[in-house]
């Protein structure tokens, strides 16, 4: 499964890379760290499914969600952020978020959402 | 002071932690404070390392109230186990318990730290809640120090985290050590009066037979035996008839009213009430729990085909 990772934190997209990499079924097929790269990466990579970071340098990662909504792409989002609240959890849910997921708890929640990514049910 | 805030003064002086906090803090750039349960301020205010953020934060009197208000729930959530809340900053806080038996008497705290990098969006949300508090603040300085918060991944975060408990784990270990060697250090009469206790938990002991045997007044042995263990005579010795009753109730053949006879009761209600006060259970869901335990060890034991001998063979026995 093609992955794409958005996050602005170099570490945290590093950690991301190097988990996907002990993952046998899903491979990186592009790095983002703003809502403008975001976009313009998601279309020329085609990825099946995404990590989205909420907290963006030039915007919300919402925005990334509601982007992919409107433009009908058929997407895995796994929505990572720093700073959860009920809110957001459930404003990404309504945009078709898989998971939504707070990185106090490191990323182990991470690859279980992953892992559980039926590659037959995108929901974005 | 209570026992356990003393404790945890000691261990706070102890060189193990000193050299511990010395090396995490420079380690990681983050505040390390080890604290009895209550407190009244906030943990980093003033230490090395806190972050400038909060400090600025917490001079004002709502902004102190939240960072408190933010330590507590991570506090009230670390009764086992770590536990990281965030405060409205986006700014995370973590507890570690300290335990001394099945009791917390403290704990690590860390944080002050984001997990994510910071941006305007994010600056913009503070300032509006401390509008919103009406709290009066240099913004500019605020700024300054928000864009210099330390910020981990998540994977950081949680491996600090780790090291943290795997390091509480040795302050419970020290703090157990303090405590048989202050047992060890009680008044010899307070150690007499124990062993004589223990000899005698099934007989009737009156307070002022052992007071007698101890050639003191029943008044100052009271006081002492209470401020040595912080237990009073009775209930030292309630503790000591259910502990022994306990492990009498492992024995299927006993009923229950000869075991609390045996150990000293005068009545089964008081011993009922008693042994549900100090354990949470009656003695008679106590016995019906260990059976089923011990049934289920020895059906793994008889599974891994241990031999019969060592402990497991009484386990065996009792489960027959």
Redo the contacts between chains.
Sequence with gaps: MKVFIIE??P??R??LVELLATLERFEVVGQASSVREALTGIEAAAPEALTL?I???D??GVEVLKHIRRRGWKLSVVV?????YEALQVKCQQLGAVAVLD?????GPVREALLAINPASETC | MNKDAYLIQRLDRSDLYKEFKHAFRAGTGLPLTLRAVNFWDLAHRGQPYENPFCALIAQTNRGCAACLETEQRAVDAAKDRPA?V?CFA?L?HTAVPIKLGDRTIGFLQTGQV????P?P??FEAITRQLTDWGVAVDLSRLQAAYYHSR????????GLIQLLEIFAQQLCLAANQMVIQDAEAEPPMIRRAKAYIAGHYGDPIGLDDIACAMHVSTYYFCKMFRKTTGLTFTDHLGRIRVEKAKNLLLNPHLRVSEIAYTVGFQSLTHFNRLFRQLTGESPTQFRDRATRRTKGTARNLSVRSLAPEGPAAGALRLAA
Excluded: F, H, W
């Design positions: 602005d934190a570490q945290t590093q950690e970071d907290s963006l340098p915007g919300s990572l952020t720093g700073n959860l990185k106090i708890n490191g990323l | 990281t965030r986006g995370c984001a997990l994510e990098l941006s969006a994010g910020v981990l991944s998540p994977n950081q975060y949680s």
